[in-house]
Nanobody, 115 residues
Framework: QVQLVESGGGLVQSGGSLRLSCAAS????????MGWYRQAPGKQRELVAA???????NYATSVKGRFTISRGSAKNTVYLQMNSLELEDTAVYYC?????????WGQGTQVTVSS
């Protein structure tokens, strides 16, 4: 019903920046929420940033002031601008969309921050 495709992950040095992209496609009328999660090795998946309702956003405390979530003009694309990356940001980042109480996930993109 909904397909999510992420891109933009890679290897970056501490203090550097990356911009992740997620494009949603499929048969749907609207997406209730859309955002980014991440999962580090041995850790639970956690919310990074998301649009909750309308243009309201929610960020993990650890990324506030460094990461910015935004939408494309068509509103079927979401971005995550990541600045001042830290070693602790290393994880697989997943795009997530929710509609009609169902969650859909992208394949994930690896972000590795090196010293």
């Amino acid at each position: 019903q909904v397909q999510l495709v992420e891109s933009g992950g890679g290897l970056v040095q501490s203090g550097g920046s990356l911009r992740l992209s997620c494009a949603a496609s499929g048969t749907f009328f609207r997406i209730d929420t859309m955002g980014w999660y991440r999962q580090a090795p041995g850790k639970q998946r956690e919310l990074v940033a998301a649009f909750i309702s309308g243009d309201s956003t929610n960020y993990a405390t650890s990324v506030k002031g460094r990461f910015t979530i935004s939408r494309g003009s068509a509103k079927n694309t979401v971005y995550l601008q990541m600045n001042s990356l830290e070693l602790e940001d290393t994880a697989v980042y997943y795009c997530n969309a929710v509609l009609w109480a169902n969650s859909y996930w992208g394949q994930g993109t690896q972000v590795t921050v090196s010293s």
